[in-house]
């Protein structure tokens, strides 16, 4: 199976909202694609922007490693078309990575809670509730598909986004 690159900032697509997915059955190889990517760059979350595809889909896993909260778990779950239809739980503050934009962590607020309506893999209506670290992966991920990104988030995102360029002009030397 051909293993995809992770796309980086500047790429514009990470930056440009994208546009809803129609049939399913034509993106399964594409979503494994997505999986072994993610499984790859040891992430707990991929979306279509970050492999170059502008359509509203993501991936989501996390298995906790020894040392961390096997409450975190998030079993692996592909989510299309998918918004936050209500959030609440009162707001946290995290810090945040993101395989775009290796290198440097935001810290981002979001709603402990959410309620999520969208597709499954095969196209099935889902709606279900999500709280802590799934829910955190979920809004990063939903966050993504609108364009968004982690710097976005930042007091200053130019600064972040100068860190960010800084740290990586110094890894390609
Ligand atoms: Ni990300």
Redesign the pocket.
């Known amino acids: 199976m051909k293993v995809l690159s992770i796309v980086t900032y500047p790429a514009s697509v990470l930056t440009t909202p994208t546009k809803k997915v129609g049939d399913l059955t034509k993106l399964q190889e594409l979503i494994d694609q997505m999986v072994v990517a993610m499984h790859k760059a040891k992430g707990v979350?991929l979306?279509a922007t970050?492999i170059g595809q502008g359509i509203r889909l993501c991936i989501l896993e996390h298995i906790p490693d020894r040392d961390e909260d096997p409450l975190d778990a998030v079993p692996l779950q592909v989510l299309a078309n998918a918004k936050v239809i209500s959030a609440g739980g009162g707001d946290e503050v995290l810090n945040e990575g993101?395989?775009?934009l290796p290198g440097i962590e935001v810290p981002v607020s979001r709603p402990r809670k959410i309620k999520v309506k969208g597709l499954d893999r095969d196209g099935r209506p889902i709606q279900f509730r999500a709280a802590g670290f799934h829910a955190r992966i979920i809004q990063?991920e939903l966050d993504?598909l609108d364009g968004i990104l982690?710097t976005d988030h930042a007091k200053r995102p130019e600064r972040k986004i100068a860190e960010y360029l800084a740290i990586q002009a110094k890894e390609r030397q």
Do not use: V, Y
């Open positions: 979350g979306a970050q993101c395989l775009s990063h993504h982690i």
